[in-house]
């Protein structure tokens, strides 16, 4: 997984819980990603981070929250769980700067989440 | 904008058999595309990526695809499939999004690959 770690491998949650999806990388990569993946969708962009203290959002940003206080930490959080937000989470270290379009973005192992 | 399709949400062979599974992009530049393999309950691993060094690119576990811009197309073939080659297969391309060149990759939906004995 290229030094991508995730916590935890698998939560259930009920609507309305919150919760923090933990990932983190030891290779003082600058840009990291969070990635959905639903069945027939392929995996769609929540948030993204360029640096400490930079975020921007994805395509599919609501009801989802970030932060970056370090490089190494890029914590999802759910704030009220949704049944929709039933899905795999996927952490990514993503290429970005001048020669972005050629690099390779590494995927951290998951989190499936279901949501009652 | 970029997009990729994938033809095909199960494909199914035998093993030994040839192993295709189709990809067709749309794109306004040049793309960068990229096959990714997800086995089952586990993360994303990149088969192969083109990077318009070469037109046939040669990947892991004895893949490869082939890039026609005349067909808009980048197919993963396989000569003889293997029992192990049962996954999920997605083809992506990269988008640069925002201010800082950030690579966003844009998947298909996606292709099970059954492999029979």
């Known amino acids: 997984n290229a030094g991508v770690t995730q916590t935890p491998k698998f939560q259930v949650l009920k609507t309305g819980q919150s919760m923090t999806l933990q990932c983190a990388q030891d290779?003082?990569?600058?840009?990291m990603s969070w990635y959905r993946q639903d069945p027939g969708m392929g995996l769609r962009l929540i948030h993204y981070?360029?640096?400490?203290?930079?975020?921007d959002q994805g395509e599919v940003p609501n009801g989802y929250n970030v932060s970056r206080s370090t490089t190494e930490d890029f914590p999802l959080r759910l704030l009220s769980a949704a049944p929709s937000q039933t899905s795999v989470y996927f952490c990514?270290?993503?290429?970005?700067?001048?020669?972005?379009?050629?690099?390779?973005?590494?995927f951290g192992p998951g989190t499936r989440l279901l949501v009652l | 904008a970029q997009s990729v399709t994938q033809l095909g949400s199960h494909v199914s062979v035998s093993e030994g058999a040839l192993v295709l599974l189709r990809c067709n992009y749309s794109?306004?530049?040049?793309?960068?595309l990229f096959w990714y393999v997800q086995y089952p309950n586990q993360g994303l691993q990149l088969l192969l990526k083109?990077?318009?060094?070469?037109?046939l690119v040669k990947g892991i576990n004895g893949f490869e695809a082939e890039f026609k811009k005349s067909e808009t197309s980048f197919h993963l073939t396989k000569p003889s499939a293997h029992m192990s080659d049962a996954a999920e297969y997605f083809c992506?391309?990269?988008?640069?999004?925002?201010?800082?060149?950030?690579?966003?990759?844009?998947f298909g939906q996606g292709t099970t690959l059954q492999v029979k004995p």
């Open positions: 990514a270290r993503t290429p970005g700067g001048r020669r972005a379009a050629q690099e390779t973005q590494y």
């Open positions: 290779m003082n990569h600058e840009y």
């Open positions: 981070s360029v640096g400490a203290g930079i975020t």
């Open positions: 794109s306004s530049v040049p793309p960068y």
């Open positions: 083109y990077t318009s060094a070469a037109t």
């Open positions: 992506a391309v990269i988008l640069l999004i925002g201010s800082s060149n950030t690579g966003k990759l844009i």
